[in-house]
């Protein structure tokens, strides 16, 4: 259960509008609460959000939204996008704006809008579309109404409601789902404590959430996700039907079963790839030897192309078709990597995940259509192999952060089993950099580091620097030094063309007033490369978790060698930090009058802190900044 689960509650003070208030102009903005147009960038009036199902393929879907825009920067809230494709038509689309005082101005007209592709770098062909609507007004405040209905022709996923889509104030929001009075709905809210209404009306079971009065809530409150912060209904099927296929969602059983269903008889190879593979893989190979080679196969002729057509948006192409065009989606590439594997004797499965920066990324009491990715596991003793298939680039048994650290859904042939995507530790997230710097009287500076990223950070160094021009990467390392005016002497990258889980970076540089100088002393920041310089804020209550992207663990070592004639007079005093999510140690040791030693280790070992820990969180990082801009000072010796 999420943190900050009152926070509906917060406006319940906020005073209520008499009906007489409520005339024929409801989206006056005299309706609204003070308390809401106070600082508001714009002002949710109301989400009215309908969802009714006809049969196990036929529903209509119907949204409406009205929004008071009272700033400028806050006129995105006039577009529109809405996302269709061979199964759902729009049905209507209308619009309207109107002024300060409720008074209609205009509504929608055919050149507010526009129909395109939705498409990617990645796609090749797809049939999802987007109708994209706008609409704005010159004079501030106004408000702006969109309502829309789609009709499900077939369907796998139901719509999610949330109570809100923004941090701005929400006076009303509601979610009504209608069903066939035979059926009960399947739902899931991240609210346990505010359960549907439930009516029966003209012989159906209706379902009703609703959520008034929500305030403003500040970025610092609760981070960027909604789910952390909004009232959030999952609905799905017990049973459905599209493209002519059927299946039932009651179990995860049933589910993985029609999923599986849909790679039978896919996994057919050409002779070329088997001769290939054969002359690959050894009969004395161990299953990883086996698999690696495999894998690095995989990787060295394919490339991802998203290839969404129909029901190939859950049904991969044949193992033949990548061979034969050396491409394919998540999908289509995983089928054909388990389809090598098959044919040297190492049983494999897909996997359905979902990835992204999401909150929720699993909710294993509630077998639903939860998944956007889908890669491969090798079940294995000791270590199962995790395999993603759609990078050409990546290590191998090496998963991004993205994928990591979550629930799936593996298809096997007796059905869909729930797994766990293995958690990483600090010890695999690494960045260790040694390094010498020499400095001059004047304090000019020279040196030389070599930094090694592994696991999770040497993917952001991987991202960044594949298929890079040799002049972008020498920009990279420029700029990764993070010192001003330097100037980049020799740059050597070990690892990335190697796709290693290990990627080296080694520099030599030169960095003119590296030190601060006065008549008889230089300063400067030992930390020069790593400094981290934002606190987190003081807020009077943190309503939601603190995320880190991955477990690391970040490792400094600098000998600074100091100019003859000078010598310590002042080094930082040592900090050392311990708190429930991570550690940190920073020094400067003096080495007699030659050198100082710079050490720094910052280890964070949690994916999560729970809001109640924002406070531990903030001074942590307080002392972090703290002891990152401490200086060290050196004297001149005295004759």
């Not at 009065?213 to 599209?242: C, H, T, W």
């Not at 050597?492 to 520099?507: A, D, F, Y």
Request: with cysteine; glycine share 6%.
């Amino acid at each position: 259960m999420l943190a900050g689960m009152g926070i509906l509650l917060l406006a319940a003070n906020a005073p209520a509008r008499t009906n007489n208030e409520r005339d024929k102009r409801p989206y006056a903005v005299s309706n609204i609460p003070a308390s809401f147009r106070d600082n508001a960038g714009a002002v949710v009036r109301t989400i009215s959000h309908t969802f009714e199902v006809k049969n196990e393929k036929r529903a209509v879907e119907t949204y409406s939204q009205a929004v008071t825009v009272f700033k400028r920067e806050d006129r995105d809230n006039g577009v529109l996008l809405i996302h269709y494709d061979k199964f759902l038509e729009i049905d209507d689309l209308e619009g309207k704006l109107y002024d300060a005082d409720g008074n209609e101005i205009r509504e929608l007209e055919k050149s507010d809008t526009k129909d395109h592709a939705e498409f990617s770098e990645y796609s090749l062909f797809d049939d999802a579309r987007i109708r994209e609507a706008n609409l704005y007004y010159d004079h501030y405040p106004y408000t702006v109404e969109f309502t829309y209905t789609i009709l499900y022709k077939g369907y796998l996923n139901w719509p999610t409601w949330h109570s809100r889509l923004s941090r701005d104030p929400v006076e009303r929001s509601t979610f009504t789902v209608t069903i066939p009075e035979e059926d009960s709905l399947r739902f899931w809210c991240n609210r346990d404590t505010i359960p549907p209404r439930v009516t029966k009306e003209s012989g159906k079971n209706v379902y009703r959430w609703s959520a008034a009065n929500q305030p403003y809530v500040a970025r610092e409150a609760i981070g960027d996700d909604l789910e952390d912060y909004a009232m959030v209904v999952r609905i799905a099927p017990s049973k459905f039907e599209i493209a002519g296929t059927s299946g039932d969602m009651q179990s995860w059983k049933n589910f993985g079963q029609w999923c599986y269903n849909l790679y039978e008889g896919r996994d057919k190879l050409p002779a070329q790839a088997v001769q290939d593979i054969h002359a690959l893989v050894l009969p004395s190979d161990g299953p990883i030897e086996k698999i690696h080679k495999v894998y690095t196969y995989m990787q060295g002729r394919t490339r991802y192309v998203s290839v969404q057509l129909g029901i190939g948006g859950w049904q991969p192409f044949e193992a033949s078709y990548v061979q034969e065009r050396g491409y394919g989606d998540c999908k289509a590439l995983s089928n054909y990597t388990i389809a090598l594997l098959k044919e040297v004797g190492v049983t494999a499965y897909p996997v359905l995940v979902r990835i992204g920066d999401f909150r929720i990324t699993f909710i294993p009491e509630f077998p639903s259509n939860q998944f956007n990715h889908v890669i491969v596991c090798v079940p294995l003793q000791p270590d199962t192999v995790w395999l993603e298939c759609t990078s050409q680039n990546i290590p191998f048994g090496h998963l991004s952060s993205d994928v990591e650290n979550r629930g799936a859904l593996m298809l096997t042939p007796g059905g869909g089993t729930p797994v766990q995507i293995p958690a990483t530790v600090p010890s695999q997230n690494t960045q260790t950099r040694s390094g010498t710097v020499y400095i001059d009287f004047f304090g000019d500076a020279t040196g030389r580091t070599s930094v090694t990223y592994e696991g999770d950070q040497q993917d952001r160094i991987s991202a960044a620097l594949q298929d890079q021009s040799p002049q972008d990467r020498l920009l990279w390392a420029i700029r990764s030094l993070d010192l001003p005016n330097a100037k980049l002497n020799g740059f050597k990258l070990n690892g990335l063309e190697q796709h290693s889980p290990s990627i080296t970076v080694s520099t030599e540089f030169a960095v003119p007033r590296f030190a601060s100088a006065s008549a008889t002393r230089l300063f400067f920041l030992p930390n020069a490369m790593e400094r981290r310089t934002w606190v987190p804020p003081e807020i009077p209550r943190r309503l939601s978790p603190i995320y880190f992207v991955y477990p690391y663990h970040d490792v400094d070592s600098i000998l600074y060698i100091l100019p003859y004639g000078f010598t310590t007079e002042a080094t930082p005093f040592p900090m050392e930090v311990h708190s429930s999510f991570g550690t940190f140690l920073e020094k400067s040791v003096a080495l007699g009058d030659t050198a100082v030693r710079f050490i720094r280790s910052l280890e964070i070992y949690e994916y999560s802190i729970p809001s109640s820990g924002y406070e531990e969180y903030r001074k942590f990082f307080y002392d972090v900044v703290r002891a990152d801009r401490a200086q060290v000072v050196l004297v001149k010796k005295s004759n």
